[in-house]
C-alpha cells in the first residue's frame, strides 16, 4: 500500500508519459509532481516528507544523469529511478554505482514500477529517521564543555576513573563529576548506552552539526 504522505517527482519532457505515470501512481495513492524538464524540477521542486523521483534519461538541456549528478552534489536526498526508452549499459551502471534505486526500460511494467517506488520510499524514510537520530544526537554533544567531551571520549573507551584522571590531570574526584554530567546531558541511561550513542558519531569526532534532510 502506498504511503499517502509520499510524492512522487515525475521527470520527463515527453507529456504523453507524465499523464500515464499520473494516472497509475495517483490510483495506487501517491500524491504526484510533474516536471517538463530538470531545470523545471530544480526551479520548482521542493520534498517536506518522503518521496522519489522517477527520472528520464534523455531530456533537452539538462539530462537525467546530469540531474542526478546535481542532485549529489547538492545534497539532495530524494532516492532516484530511472526511465527511460534510450537505456544502455554504461549508462545503467552508472546510474546504479551513483546510487540510484533502480534503472527500467520504457513501456515499463506498472507492477515493477511501483514496487521500485515502494523501495525508494522505504529508503527515503530511512534516510530521514537516521537524520534526525543524528540531529538529536548532535544536540546533545553541544551541550558538552570541552573537558566533558575529553572524559567522554575515554570513558567510551573503558578507560577507568583513575586513569582518566591521570591522563587529563584531573583529580578522579572531578572526573566522577565530569562523568556524571556527561550521562546526564547525553541522556544515557548507562555506560553501555553512551557508548552506543558515541559509535553513531559520525568520523569526525564529538563536534557533531546534524542538519535536517536535505530538499531539492
Keep these: 500500500m502506498a504511503d499517502t504522505n509520499a510524492t512522487v517527482f515525475v521527470v520527463d519532457d515527453d507529456a504523453s508519459v507524465r499523464r500515464s505515470l499520473k494516472r497509475l501512481l495517483r490510483a495506487s495513492g501517491f500524491v504526484v509532481e510533474e516536471f ?41 536526498a530524494l532516492p532516484v529511478i530511472f526511465l527511460t526508452a534510450h537505456g544502455d549499459v554504461a549508462t545503467s551502471v552508472r546510474a546504479m554505482k551513483g546510487g540510484a534505486v533502480d534503472f527500467l526500460l520504457k513501456p515499463v511494467d506498472g507492477n515493477a514500477l511501483l514496487d521500485a517506488i515502494g523501495s525508494a520510499i522505504r529508503r527515503h524514510v530511512s534516510g530521514i ?15 558538552l564543555s570541552p573537558r566533558e567531551r575529553e572524559v567522554m571520549a575515554l570513558v567510551v573507551k573503558g578507560e577507568p576513573n583513575k586513569r582518566i584522571a591521570v591522563e587529563l590531570s584531573i583529580s578522579e574526584k572531578t572526573v566522577k563529576v565530569h562523568r556524571h554530567r556527561v550521562m546526564e546531558k547525553m541522556e544515557a541511561a548507562s555506560l553501555a548506552d553512551l557508548v552506543r550513542l558515541a559509535g553513531a558519531v559520525p568520523a569526525g569526532g564529538v563536534s557533531v552539526d546534524a542538519g535536517t534532510p536535505a530538499h531539492v
Design 129 to 143: 529517521a537516521a537524520a534526525s537520530r543524528l540531529e538529536v544526537l548532535g544536540s546533545r554533544l553541544k551541550r
Design 36 to 76: 517538463a524538464s530538470a531545470s523545471d524540477f530544480l526551479n520548482t521542486a521542493r520534498a517536506s516528507g518522503p518521496g522519489c523521483v522517477v527520472l528520464d534519461v534523455r531530456m533537452p538541456n539538462l539530462t537525467g544523469p546530469e540531474l542526478f549528478d546535481r542532485m549529489a552534489r547538492t545534497g539532495c
